[in-house]
């Protein structure tokens, strides 16, 4: 995919495994890591090769947050005309699935990114945060709306409203994140469950996570006229024939379709 200045790539088994690149600063997510990052789904989504993608930090920080350096003296005018922020919104259009890996610190603009993957794998070192309020702003990479979705309003309200940081075992009580997992582990899990998803048919997968997320931005009626749309178009597909015979017939599926 070329070179990146603030991340590092890797691809194998049908997996591109990203990582996070700006360990002096606990990986703060500056304007290139989002122009990057947005560069980079843009191409994986183009790449027949590559099912799903993971998405990492180091063991210390998966992200500190966005970077208030860059941001600390910014006037209104300056956040206002560049729509600061507002380029995150296409890192959400992927169109195949990326799986955030977090171990450590996941805060402010950092847990917002993970917020903006697919689901979240922790390892039990993960912090979770939106500490905003204690730099006198607010989550602005979409922490206000997306947290209250996954945890309810009154976790949400805690967290943002108090700046505390909630540990992995939490994350996964409250529904932030799918899995827990030794650090160890981590990245080992995050490649499995990748690699599955990139062993089943790539338009098939794409359609699933579009529905799941139309769930977010529909009525339920809507919504479920959505899924059963979708489910009839799958129909077209050689995947759904090939995935249904090979049930039949007792057979490994092999997906083809790209
Ligand atoms: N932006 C810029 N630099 C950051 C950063 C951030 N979000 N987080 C950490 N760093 C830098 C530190 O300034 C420090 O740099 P120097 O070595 O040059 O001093 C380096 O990373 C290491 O950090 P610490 O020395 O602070 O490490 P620590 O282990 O003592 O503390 C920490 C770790 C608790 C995560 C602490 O770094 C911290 O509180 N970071 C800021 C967290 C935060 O407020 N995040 C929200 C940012 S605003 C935002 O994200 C807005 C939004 O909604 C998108």
């Known amino acids: 995919y070329g070179d990146f200045e603030t991340l590092i790539v890797e691809k194998a088994d049908g997996v591109a495994l990203i990582r996070l690149n700006r360990p002096d600063v606990l990986n703060a997510l500056n304007s290139t890591v989002a122009r990057e990052l947005v560069e980079l789904v843009g191409l994986i989504d183009r790449d027949p090769e590559v099912g799903c993608s993971v998405i990492t930090g180091s063991e210390k920080a998966f992200a500190a947050g966005a970077d208030i350096s860059e941001m600390e003296t910014k006037s209104y005018m300056e956040m206002y005309g560049e729509d600061f922020f507002a380029v995150w919104e296409r890192f959400t259009h992927a169109r195949k699935p990326v799986i955030a890996a977090v171990a450590g610190y996941a805060l402010g603009g950092g847990c917002e990114l993970a917020m903006m993957c697919d689901f979240i794998i922790a390892a039990e070192t993960a912090k979770f945060g939106q500490p905003e309020i204690k730099l006198g702003v607010m989550p602005g990479m979409g922490g206000s709306q997306r947290l209250t979705r996954f945890v309810g309003k009154s976790v949400a309200m805690d967290m943002c409203l108090t700046g505390r940081m909630m540990d992995a075992a939490e994350a996964k009580q409250t529904g932030l994140v799918a899995r827990v997992v030794a650090a160890d582990q981590l990245i080992e899990e995050a490649k499995q469950a990748a690699r599955t998803i990139a062993g089943f048919s790539q338009p098939i997968v794409a ?52």
Do not use: C, P, W
């Open 207 to 258: 359609m699933t996570k579009e529905t799941v997320n139309r769930s977010y931005e529909m009525t339920l009626s809507e919504g479920i006229r959505f899924e059963r749309r979708l489910f009839h178009a799958m129909f077209a597909t050689e995947d759904q024939k090939e995935g249904m015979n090979a049930f039949v017939e007792k057979r490994k599926a092999q997906f083809k379709d790209r």
